[in-house]
C-alpha cells in the first residue's frame, strides 16, 4: 500500500472498483473514459464502416485510402487527421438527424454487443461514488452518445463534426481530440467543471494516449498496448485487462460446439432413458438435467451460487434477466427438471432447440402481437397449478447492454392467477462469456444469486406495478452490491467527505518510458560485449562545495530510483539475440552495489580526482544489475569534493542526461519536503525466451502489413532476418561514407592513428559569454566556435610535435531530438567533418565549421531517418560480433569526436553541496578523443577524455586545446 493506495501492478476489476470506492466522493472528482477499447471491445468506426460497404456509401478509392493510411501507421495530429477526414467523406450530404439514428441503431444491433460490462460497472462505480463521469474520445459524438446514454453519462468530449443548415460536410468542425487534443479538451472541461485533476480518474487503452493519461492524479491503462503498458510500469499506473469480447478462435468454436451438442445430446440421452418410465414429463426433466450438466462440462462454464436454498420453492415462477444465449444453459443447470419456460416463436423451429423445446411444453409467443402473447400464456397457469414451475425472463428479450431492461408483467399476472411465488434468479456476468449476437462462448464462471421466494398472495391487478417496481429494483440493488469469492484480496481504505483525503502516489518522471532499445542502442549494447575498447559508459563529473552528508546522499538515490524507474530496470537480451533487448524492473535494488565513496590522500588536487574517476567510469558496469553507479570523492582541497554519475550510453544520450540532472538536483541546499514520492515501481519477472517469443511474434504479425506497405521485398526482409541484417550493415557503412563532409583537407591525422584502450581524463573551462561572442564576431555559432577552437588546439598539437598538418576527421552527433520527444534514450545520428589543420585563421576555421554544419542541416535528418527505417526491423538480429565490427568500422575512422550539450543556467544542489561545476566525460567508441562541453551558470565546462596511445603528451594537449579557445575568445575582444 502506499498513501493507502493498492500498489501498481496489475489489478483486478474488483481492486479498481473498490479503489473507486474509497476514493473522495463528490462532483469535483472527475472519472474520463476513452471509448474505442476501453469500454468497448475493438473500434465503433468499424460498425460504421461494415453498414457504409453494405450500403456502398463508400468508393472502393475511398476505402484503399483508408487502409493504406491506417497501415502506414497513426502517429501524429496530422496522420489522425488524414484518417478523420477521409472517414468522414462518406457522411457528406447526410442530414444531422440521420447520423443520429444511424448512430442509435448500428450502437443496438453491433456496439452495444462489445461494451465490457467490468468497464460498465466501473463508471456505476464511479457514479455511484458521485464523480463527474466523462466519455473523452477522438470519436464522434455519432459513435460515442448512445452508449453513454445508455450507461448513464452525462458528459461527452469528442472529436466535432462540420454541420451546415443540418447537413454534414463530411469534414471536421474542429480541433481533434487526439493525443494533444484530448489533453487540452480535458482541461479546457476541468476549469469550467472544477474538476480537481490531481484526485480525478482517466482510463484508457491506447497508446496515443499517455498525455492524456498524465494530466490527471489517478491514470488507469485498461487493456493497453505494448507502449502503454510500459508507460504504465513506468509511472506506476494500475493495469487491468478486460476479457476480449471479438470472435473466438478455434478453440473457442470447439468448445462452442462440444457444449451445444453436450447439451443436445445430453437432452436426447435423457429422453431416452426417461422414456422407459413410460413418463414424457419424466424423461423431459432428465433430459433438462443431463443438458445442463454435460453441456456445462463440455463448455467449460461454472456456476457460483448463492441462495441455491431458495431454488426448492416450487413451483414457482423463475424470473432472471436475460443477457446471453447462455442463460438456457445456466438454467438448465441451475433448476434441473420440473420446469416449463416461454421463448419467441421463431426458436419453435430452431435446429434441434426447437424440438426440445416444444417437447418440455414451451410456450412460444409473438412479441409484435400482445394478444397472442397473453393467450400463450394462459396454459401457463395450468402447468403451475399442477406443479410444474416457469421459467420467463421479465424483459421479454436479451439487454442490449449490461443494464437492465424495464420489465412486462406477464410473467406476474401468471405468478398472480395460480397463486405461486415469484423467485428472481439473479444472473451477474453470463454475457461475458457469451455476449448478445456471440456465436463463440468462453469458458468461465458464472455468478448466479437466486433472492428469497416473493409470495404473491393479496396482489391485485390494480397494485401490480408496484410490485413489478419492487422486484425489479430488488434486481438492480443485487447487481449493484454483488458480494462474492475473487481471485485475491482487494485492498480498501476508508474514503474521506471531503477532498483532503489521502493524495493520489506522485507520478515519476516522463524520463526513458521505452519499454526495450532502439537500434542506435542495441547497437552500443552489443558492441561492447564484442569488443571491449567499445565500451559506451558516460558520466558527468560535479564539483561540489563540501562534501554532503554520506547517508542523504544515499536518501537522494533511492527517492531518485523512484522518480526514474530506469533506475531500477536491468536490460534482459532475448534468447539467441533475436530482437532488442528489454527494460525489465528489478525487486530489489541494493544500493550498495550503486552508491560507493573514496577519500583521496593529501594535497587533494584535480589531477588525483580525474585519476580516481577516470578509473572508476573506464570500469564496464554490471551488465545483470541496473546500469548505473556513483561515487563520491572527498579530500579534495579546500574541503571541496567530487561527485561522479557514470552510466551506460544505451540508457541514454547526453543531452538526456543533463535533462534528467537539472530535475533531479535541488534547486535549494534545504530538504525539500514537498517533494514528490512515486512508489516504488511493480518489479517485472521476464525471460529470455519470452523476450525472443515477442519479437518473434511481432516478425510474424508485421508480414501481411509488410507486403502491403513496401512490397514483396519488405516482407522477405522480414522473413529472413539475417539476410536482410547483411544487407542493412552495407547500406549503414555506404551511407555513413557517402555522409562525410570534407571541406579542405582529406583522410585523417597519422599522429592519432595508435590506439590503446585505456581512458586518461583532462579538464577545461571558458567563460561562456566570451567563447560565444569570439564565436559570433568570426560569424558563427556558439557551437561553431567551440568546434574551431577543437580544431585549432589539435592543429597546435601536431604543430608543436612535427606532425603533418593535413586533416583531422571530426565526429559530430547531430541531435534528432523533437520538443515533444520523451525524455532520456537516445536519439541521434553522427556527421564526419575533416578539417584542414593547415589552417592558421581562427575566422577561417569557423567559417568551415559553418558551412558545413548548414550543409548538414538542409540535408535534414531524412537521411538518418532513412537509414533507422531499414536497420530497425533487422538490427535486432545482428550477432555481437557483427555489430561490433560495423560499430567500429563506423567509429574508428573518427581522429576526434566533440560534443556540445546545454546545460543548467541556475545554481543546483545535490544532497546540502552546491554543485560548482558539471564536466561530461563521454566514450572512447574507437576514436583517440572525446571533447564534450557543457555550459553550466556562465561557464563551458569542457571534458575531455583521452587515449594514452593516441595522445602521447596529454599535459600539452590540454595546453593547445586551451590556446585554441583563446584564439576564438580573441576575435571577440
Known amino acids: 500500500m502506499t498513501n493507502g493506495q493498492p500498489t501498481a501492478g496489475v489489478w483486478t476489476e474488483e481492486q479498481l472498483v473498490a479503489d473507486v470506492a474509497a476514493s473522495p466522493p463528490g462532483p469535483r472528482v472527475a472519472a474520463f473514459f476513452d471509448f474505442d477499447g476501453t ?58 438527424d440521420e447520423l443520429t439514428e444511424l448512430g442509435e441503431r448500428l450502437f443496438v444491433q453491433g456496439i452495444a454487443g462489445a461494451l465490457y460490462p467490468e468497464a460498465w460497472r466501473l463508471v456505476e462505480a464511479h457514479l455511484d461514488a458521485g464523480h463527474t463521469v466523462v466519455l473523452a474520445s477522438s470519436a464522434t459524438r455519432f459513435q460515442v452518445e448512445p452508449a453513454a446514454r445508455a450507461m448513464g453519462v452525462e458528459h461527452v468530449l469528442v472529436s466535432p463534426v462540420e ?87 478455434p478453440i473457442e468454436i470447439a468448445r462452442t460446439a462440444a457444449g451445444v451438442g453436450g447439451m443436445l445430446g445430453g437432452f436426447a440421452a435423457g429422453l431416452a432413458v ?129 443494464s437492465l431492461g424495464p420489465f412486462k408483467k406477464g410473467a406476474f399476472h401468471v405468478a398472480m392467477q395460480a397463486g405461486v411465488p415469484i423467485v428472481p434468479i439473479v444472473i451477474r456476468n453470463a454475457g461475458e462469456l457469451m455476449w448478445r449476437g456471440a456465436a463463440t462462448l468462453h469458458p468461465g464462471t458464472v455468478q448466479v444469486r437466486v433472492l428469497p421466494p416473493i409470495p404473491t398472495e393479496g396482489w391485485s391487478p390494480e397494485g401490480l406495478d408496484e410490485k413489478v417496481g419492487e422486484v425489479r429494483a430488488a434486481y438492480v440493488d443485487a447487481l449493484a452490491h454483488w458480494t462474492g469469492r475473487s481471485g485475491q484480496p482487494v485492498d480498501v481504505h476508508e474514503p474521506t467527505a471531503s477532498m483532503d483525503g489521502p493524495p493520489p502516489p506522485a507520478a515519476p518522471l516522463d524520463w526513458g518510458i521505452s519499454a526495450e532499445m532502439n537500434p542506435l542502442e542495441t547497437a552500443m549494447w552489443r558492441a561492447e560485449a564484442a569488443d571491449p575498447r567499445l565500451r559506451a559508459n558516460v558520466a558527468l563529473l560535479e564539483i561540489l562545495d563540501s562534501a554532503p552528508d554520506w547517508e542523504r546522499l544515499r536518501g537522494a538515490h533511492e527517492w531518485a530510483s523512484r522518480m526514474v524507474p530506469r533506475m531500477r530496470q536491468r536490460v534482459v537480451e532475448p534468447a539467441l539475440g533475436l530482437g532488442a533487448p528489454r527494460w525489465v524492473t528489478v525487486a530489489e535494488l541494493d544500493l550498495d552495489q550503486h552508491v560507493h565513496r573514496v577519500v583521496l590522500d593529501p594535497p587533494g588536487e584535480m589531477r588525483q580526482l580525474l585519476d580516481v574517476v577516470g578509473q572508476f567510469i573506464s570500469r564496464p558496469l554490471d551488465r545483470d544489475h541496473p546500469l548505473w553507479q556513483v561515487l563520491l570523492v572527498e579530500g579534495l582541497a579546500d574541503g571541496r569534493a567530487g561527485y561522479v554519475v557514470k552510466t551506460h550510453h544505451s540508457t541514454t544520450d547526453g543531452l538526456g542526461a543533463v535533462q534528467l540532472m537539472s530535475r533531479l538536483h535541488s534547486h535549494s541546499p534545504e530538504h525539500d519536503p514537498s517533494r514528490p514520492e512515486p512508489p516504488v515501481p511493480a518489479p517485472e519477472e521476464v525471460t529470455p525466451l519470452e523476450v525472443a517469443a515477442e519479437h518473434v511474434s511481432d516478425v510474424v504479425r508485421a508480414a501481411p502489413l509488410a507486403v502491403l506497405r513496401g512490397g514483396v521485398g519488405a516482407l522477405g526482409g522480414l522473413l529472413r532476418p539475417l539476410d536482410a541484417a547483411s544487407a542493412a550493415v552495407d547500406t549503414v557503412v555506404g551511407t555513413a561514407r557517402s555522409a562525410t563532409h570534407s571541406l579542405g583537407a582529406h583522410g585523417g591525422s597519422e599522429l592519432l592513428t595508435p590506439r590503446g584502450g585505456d581512458w586518461h581524463l583532462e579538464v577545461l573551462e571558458v567563460p561562456l559569454a566570451d567563447l560565444k561572442a569570439g564565436a559570433k564576431a568570426g560569424g558563427g555559432s556558439l557551437n561553431d566556435g567551440y568546434l574551431a577552437a577543437v580544431v585549432g588546439g589539435f592543429r597546435r598539437y601536431h604543430e608543436r610535435l612535427g606532425a603533418p598538418l593535413g586533416g583531422l576527421t571530426l565526429g559530430i552527433p547531430i541531435s534528432l531530438r523533437a520538443q515533444d520527444d520523451p525524455q532520456g534514450g537516445n536519439r541521434f545520428t553522427g556527421a564526419r567533418f575533416t578539417a584542414d ?116 603528451d596529454p599535459a600539452g594537449l590540454v595546453a593547445d586545446l586551451q590556446a585554441g579557445l583563446d584564439e576564438i575568445v580573441a576575435l571577440g575582444r
Open 163 to 249: 454541420i451546415v443548415d443540418g447537413v454534414c460536410t463530411g469534414r471536421p468542425g474542429g480541433a481533434l481530440l487526439w493525443r494533444a487534443g484530448k489533453v487540452a479538451a480535458v482541461q479546457a472541461f476541468a476549469e469550467e467543471h472544477d474538476i480537481d485533476l490531481a484526485q480525478s480518474y482517466a482510463y484508457s487503452n491506447g497508446d496515443e494516449d499517455v498525455p492524456f493519461l498524465r494530466t490527471v492524479g489517478r491514470a488507469r491503462a485498461l487493456n493497453p498496448g505494448r507502449d502503454l503498458a510500459a508507460a504504465a510500469r513506468h509511472y506506476s499506473w494500475p493495469i487491468a485487462r478486460f476479457r476480449r469480447r471479438g470472435r473466438g478462435g
Open 274 to 402: 426417461g422414456s422407459l418410465s413410460g413418463s414424457r414429463r419424466e424423461a423431459v426433466d432428465l433430459g433438462i438435467t443431463l443438458a445442463g450438466e454435460l453441456g456445462s462440462a463440455l463448455a467449460g462454464v461454472r456456476l457460483e451460487v448463492q441462495g441455491a436454498e431458495h431454488l426448492a420453492a416450487r413451483p414457482a415462477v423463475f424470473l432472471f434477466n436475460h443477457q446471453s444465449q447462455l442463460d438456457v444453459l445456466v438454467l438448465a443447470k441451475l433448476l434441473h427438471g420440473g420446469i416449463t419456460g416461454v421463448a419467441k416463436k421463431e426458436l419453435a423451429h430452431a435446429p434441434g432447440f426447437g424440438l426440445a423445446f416444444r417437447l418440455a411444453d414451451v410456450a412460444f409467443v409473438d412479441r409484435g402481437d400482445k394478444d397472442q402473447a397473453r393467450k400463450a400464456l394462459e396454459p401457463a397457469v395450468q402447468r403451475l397449478k399442477e406443479g410444474l414451475s416457469l421459467v420467463i425472463a421479465p424483459e421479454g428479450t436479451r439487454s442490449a447492454t449490461p
Open 39 to 96: 469500454v468497448i471491445d475493438g473500434y465503433s468506426l468499424a460498425s460504421f464502416a461494415r453498414h457504409h460497404l453494405r450500403s456502398l456509401d463508400v468508393t472502393p478509392a475511398a476505402l484503399g485510402e483508408l487502409l493504406l493510411i491506417g497501415l502506414r501507421g497513426v502517429t501524429s495530429e496530422e496522420d489522425f487527421e488524414r484518417l478523420t477526414v477521409v472517414g468522414m467523406r462518406a457522411w457528406a450530404g447526410r442530414t444531422e
Open 837 to 952: 589543420l593547415a589552417e592558421a585563421d581562427p575566422a577561417a576555421r569557423i567559417a568551415a565549421v559553418r558551412e558545413f554544419v548548414l550543409s548538414v542541416r538542409s540535408a535534414g535528418s531524412g537521411g538518418a531517418s532513412a537509414v533507422n527505417d531499414l536497420v530497425g526491423p533487422v538490427l535486432g538480429w545482428l550477432p555481437a560480433p557483427v555489430l561490433g565490427a560495423v560499430s567500429g568500422a563506423l567509429t574508428s575512422g573518427n581522429d576526434v569526436q566533440v560534443s556540445n550539450v546545454p546545460g543548467v543556467t541556475q545554481p543546483v544542489y545535490i544532497a546540502g553541496s552546491r554543485i560548482e561545476r558539471m564536466f561530461p566525460f563521454g566514450p572512447l567508441p574507437g576514436c583517440a578523443a572525446m571533447v564534450t562541453l557543457l555550459s553550466q551558470e556562465g561557464t563551458c565546462c569542457i571534458g575531455i577524455n583521452l587515449d594514452s596511445s593516441a595522445v602521447s
